[in-house]
């Protein structure tokens, strides 16, 4: 079986076409491509700084819920010298 010479005229014109037009698009797709992943990575960086900052700046929260338990025990200490010391005042008052 023979193949006529305008199969092969066809064949290289679109091998022509396909190196002139479809290629440099491709190229261009795939560079924009890069362009994205970039600016995603960069993107994607600075969401971690920030989180990580505000996992820093929050981590005393903790010790602060601690301050106020310990604040509630302060004003109970407190409420208990300022009976004693109206005790102590009544019993010295009563010496004199």
Do not use: C, F, Q
């Not at 993107?43 to 920030?50: E, F, I, N, R, V």
């Amino acid at each position: 079986m023979e193949v006529p010479g305008a199969v092969y005229v066809i064949w290289r014109v679109m091998l022509v076409v396909a190196v002139v037009v479809v290629l440099p698009v491709v190229v261009y797709l795939l560079h924009r491509l890069w362009r994205a992943a970039r600016s995603i990575e960069r993107y994607t960086g600075d969401a971690l700084a920030a989180g990580l900052g505000i996992a820093r700046n929050t981590a005393a929260i903790a010790a602060l819920d601690e301050t106020v338990r310990l604040g509630g025990e302060l004003g109970s200490a407190a409420a208990s010298i300022r009976r004693h010391s109206a005790a102590l005042e009544k019993t010295l008052a009563d010496r004199v």
